[in-house]
């Protein structure tokens, strides 16, 4: 392993100093106010997040010849950066043609310094945007959160990898398409990167971020105007996140009269204290291990809920993002968590809404974080009261229609039960009475109902909003609250009148273990596994991911761009990770191996005919299959290099072996590098093997 020159306590202390992220003070005053010390799983939880150069990079590659995919293993060098990668489908960006560069930028000591920048049509017709953002790193650095705002409107949200000292570099593409209406007007650019900087912490962030603007025949029908929830800034050059809960997401909106379809969608992550809400315990179970060990409370269950007037409206049960320093950091190098460069937004249609929002008048939005407290005794209870903080935003993507002067409909009928909870807690103690382990567990449900008649110049139609929730997490701490096993999965079905689907399981599991032997040493040990499985059929603001999938690089388009009725997208990653601070040597260690399954199907409607004469390619067979795979990665990555890369599209295996340059586009090949699978193996590889294969 390499040496890190990293001093645990210049870390430790450091951290308790540093304003990192959005609103750091306020846990960072709890832990120093002397009143009992944080449990030390939430406050190493909280500071590995910050820790940056703690990965060891070998200086020779492992060897795994018997890998028959394994290919020459990327580490960073002086003149090539380590590549970092979010594993996603590739879209659909044609290069060459209209670009535009929207940012190129170096975030320092930018904590309350966004980037300004202006942006202006371009002179090209286009009905797609996608954004091509690359960031380069090197020295310590923790890992960061980034919001881009098109003046008040939050239009995308990232986070960083850590860098080494030998550089790291990412590219992340992103389709924009939703946006449409936004980029054919001049907009401010707010691009808000808060980083410190001193001796210790030397990495900067060097980003360049470029517009691609084309025409795709299209299936995508992005929003005529888009309508910000947000701190509204932006005139003072400032971002427009909503800190939760020192401030209420709220605000009042006067939406166009001839609304035909509208969509909400809401930004959130959980930052600071609540950034691993998912390993909180029950309220009740704060003090178990004694008043010197405070654990966080409000339970492991989050719930962000949209509230119109007063009337719930919807919610979003979020997908657990883990950042690049998170639990331990040599999980995430080079293959950061899912979506950590990309946090993806929930929706909820609130079509049903249209008749009660088209009189002109202002109208109250607010976006709500909620938890659970309980008093140990059998009481519990949704609470907004959680700790500090949620970073929060939310938009209103309206759809007109130009053949009337205002919508007219019912007022919307909302039936939302309260949601069930089960809570269950007990402790084992030792023969002297302490506490030797807790087990808890939360299991919650909700069922929401929405609908109205709206009154269109397309007639009269019944339309509703339909969600079906499940969650659960159980766990068990142990050795004082330095040991914890916890398992979560969260379910959802959601369903709208316009056909629109989308049913989805978030399975999240992590055992980690933290040892402080006498002498000073501490070490964290963990195993986790994620994922995030989503079915689509149809789409509300956002673009299905198989529209924009980039089909170009399918083994033959010779039957033109494929059509599906929707998409499965199935992620998984799981790994093993360690992390050594030797204080004695100002030093601190870390190892890790990451594997990663990413697959994109296509759904197609109805069944299909299979293909039998074997004269067919796989393109056509492909199209041709329900469900049939598009696109499937796999990665494993030991150590901080690649060490495992297996990509294929519509069957056809590509391996990566040919890196050109770390800072240059991986050698594409052509179809003639594919090796051709046959069509028999396609058969049977449903879009569900990999819920097996977890
Ligand atoms: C740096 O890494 C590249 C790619 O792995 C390799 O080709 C090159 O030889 C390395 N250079 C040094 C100085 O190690
Ligand atoms: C960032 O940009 C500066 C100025 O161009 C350059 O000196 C530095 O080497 C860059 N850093 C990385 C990690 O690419
Ligand atoms: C902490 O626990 C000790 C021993 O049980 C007790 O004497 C003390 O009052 C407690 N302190 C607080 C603040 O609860
Ligand atoms: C909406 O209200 C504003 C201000 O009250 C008024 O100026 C405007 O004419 C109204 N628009 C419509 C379409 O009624
Ligand atoms: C307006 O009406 C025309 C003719 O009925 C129809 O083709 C068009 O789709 C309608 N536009 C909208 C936005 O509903
Ligand atoms: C109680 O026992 C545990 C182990 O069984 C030990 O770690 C702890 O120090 C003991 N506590 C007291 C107060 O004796
Ligand atoms: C809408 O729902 C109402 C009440 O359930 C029903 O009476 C009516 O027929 C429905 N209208 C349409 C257009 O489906
Ligand atoms: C701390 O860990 C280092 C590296 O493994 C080891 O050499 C050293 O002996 C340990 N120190 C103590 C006090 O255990
Ligand atoms: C991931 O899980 C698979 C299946 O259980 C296991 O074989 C593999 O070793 C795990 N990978 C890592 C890096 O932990
Ligand atoms: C990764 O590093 C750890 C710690 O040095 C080591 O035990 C392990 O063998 C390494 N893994 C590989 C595949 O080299």
Not at 331 to 360: K, Y
Not at 386 to 413: A, H, M, Q, R, Y
Not at 508 to 530: C, F, H, Q, Y
Not at 649 to 667: C, H, I, L, M, P
């Amino acid at each position: 392993m390499y040496n890190q020159e990293q001093n645990r306590d210049a870390v430790l202390a450091r951290c308790r100093k540093q304003l990192p992220k959005a609103d750091m003070r306020e846990p960072l005053a709890r832990a120093a106010a002397g009143k009992g010390l944080l449990h030390i799983v939430s406050v190493l939880l909280m500071l590995m997040t910050m820790i940056r150069s703690t990965f060891a990079l070998l200086t020779t590659p492992p060897q795994l010849s018997n890998q028959r995919h394994s290919l020459t293993s990327r580490a960073a060098n002086e003149s090539f950066p380590l590549e970092c990668v979010q594993v996603a489908p590739p879209i659909m960006s044609p290069t060459g043609g209209c670009q535009q560069t929207l940012m190129v930028h170096t975030f320092a000591a930018s904590y309350g310094q966004p980037f300004i920048g202006t942006y202006s049509p371009p002179d090209c017709e286009f009905n797609r945007i996608t954004f091509n953002l690359i960031v380069t790193s090197a020295g310590r650095q923790f890992d960061r959160l980034a919001l881009m705002f098109f003046d008040d409107t939050e239009i995308f949200r990232t986070s960083t990898a850590e860098p080494t000292r030998d550089g790291i570099i990412w590219t992340y593409n992103k389709d924009m398409s939703s946006y449409l209406s936004m980029f054919k007007k001049p907009q401010k650019i707010v691009f808000d990167l808060g980083n410190l900087m001193d001796d210790t912490y030397t990495g900067s962030w060097n980003t360049t971020l470029a517009a691609t603007f084309f025409t795709a025949e299209d299936t995508i029908e992005p929003a005529d105007v888009v309508i910000p929830v947000s701190a509204r800034r932006s005139a003072e050059n400032a971002p427009s996140g909503f800190v939760v809960p020192g401030s209420k997401a709220v605000n009042d909106l006067v939406l166009p009269r001839n609304a035909k379809k509208a969509v909400f969608s809401i930004s959130a992550c959980g930052q600071a204290a609540e950034e691993f809400w998912w390993s909180n315990v029950l309220t009740s179970d704060t003090q178990v291990f004694g008043n010197h060990t405070t654990l966080y409370g409000h339970s492991p269950f989050r719930e962000l809920q949209l509230v119109i007037d007063g009337y719930l409206a919807g919610v979003s049960w979020p997908f657990p993002v883990i950042f690049t320093g998170g639990i331990v950091p040599g999980f995430w190098r080079p293959i950061v968590g899912i979506d950590a460069f990309d946090l993806r937004e929930d929706e909820i249609d609130i079509t049903p809404f249209i008749p009660l929002l088209s009189d002109n008048q202002s109208h109250t939005f607010e976006i709500q974080v909620a938890g659970i407290d309980d008093d140990g005794r059998g009481n519990e209870y949704i609470t907004t009261n959680i700790e500090s903080n949620w970073i929060v935003t939310g938009k209103v993507f309206v759809w007109l229609d130009s053949n009337i002067s205002s919508t007219t409909g019912t007022l919307p009928s909302v039936s939302a039960s309260v949601p069930t909870i089960h809570l269950h807690s007990a402790t084992q103690h030792t023969v002297n009475g302490t506490v030797a382990s807790l087990d808890y567990s939360i299991e919650v449900s909700r069922n929401l109902y929405i609908e109205s008649t709206l009154h269109t110049s397309a007639g009269t139609k019944n339309v509703s909003w339909k969600q079906d929730l499940t969650f659960s997490n159980s766990g068990t701490l142990s050795n004082k609250g330095n040991d914890q096993i916890m398992r979560q999965t969260t379910t959802g079905s959601h369903l709208s009148s316009s056909g629109y689907s989308r049913t989805y399981e978030y399975p999240l599991w992590v055992i980690s273990s933290i040892n402080e032997p006498p002498g000073g040493n501490l070490t964290i040990d963990a195993k986790m596994g994620r994922g995030k499985y989503v079915q689509e059929l149809g789409d509300l603001a956002y673009p299905n991911d198989w529209k924009t999938f980039d089909y170009t690089r399918l083994p033959s388009t010779l039957y033109g761009k494929p059509t599906f009725s929707g998409s499965n997208v199935n992620n998984w990653q799981n790994g093993t990770a360690s992390y050594l601070s030797v204080p004695a040597q100002k030093r601190s260690y870390g190892s890790g191996s990451t594997e990663q399954l990413l697959s994109l199907s296509g759904i197609t409607d109805g069944p299909v005919a299979v293909v039998q004469d074997g004269t067919h390619n796989a393109a056509m067979h492909m199209a041709q299959q329900r469900g049939e795979e598009l696109y499937r990665r796999r990665m494993v990555a030991t150590n901080g290099s690649v060490v495992v890369d297996v990509e294929s599209f519509g069957g056809q295996v590509r391996e990566k072996s040919t890196y050109v340059a770390a800072n240059q586009e991986y050698n594409d090949g052509g179809v003639h590098e594919f090796a051709m699978e046959g069509v028999r193996a396609l058969l049977g590889r449903g879009a569900y093997a990999m819920m097996r294969w977890r």
